[in-house]
């Protein structure tokens, strides 16, 4: 069965960190692209930031530059979103994405709640 579990997610205090994780199993990891989606109550979901197969190239959004930090462990077969500097604002339901070459594959996470509240 292929699978993208998240884990991490939690409560926090603003100005906080965090770590996500997201582990893989089922196929290869090392050929999917890998992004973090993240999803408020009654907001849209949010592209966060994505990374590339070898983590050649890295994107983030705007709300996140600065703060956040996306990395791959491809040997084992794990996704990370280190969260630093955390706003209430980034409260929402964090979810993990892979994506194959030309679209063939699209995968996604149950997702895990971060919370950001004093």
């Known amino acids: 069965q292929v699978q993208l579990a998240e884990s991490g997610g939690g409560l926090v205090q603003p100005g906080g960190s965090l770590r996500l994780s997201c582990a893989a199993s089922?196929?290869?990891?090392?050929?999917?692209?890998m992004s973090w989606y993240r999803q408020a109550p009654g907001k849209e979901r949010e592209l966060v930031a994505v990374i590339t197969t070898t983590g050649d190239s890295i994107y983030y959004a705007d709300s996140v530059q600065g703060r956040f930090t996306i990395s791959r462990d491809n040997a084992k077969n794990t996704l990370y979103l280190q969260m630093n500097s955390l706003k209430p604002e980034d409260t929402a339901v964090y979810y993990c994405?892979?994506?194959?070459?030309?679209?063939?594959?699209?995968?996604w996470g149950q997702g895990t709640q971060v919370t950001v509240s004093s």
């Open positions: 089922g196929f290869t990891f090392s050929s999917l692209s």
């Open positions: 994405r892979g994506r194959g070459s030309y679209s063939a594959h699209d995968y």
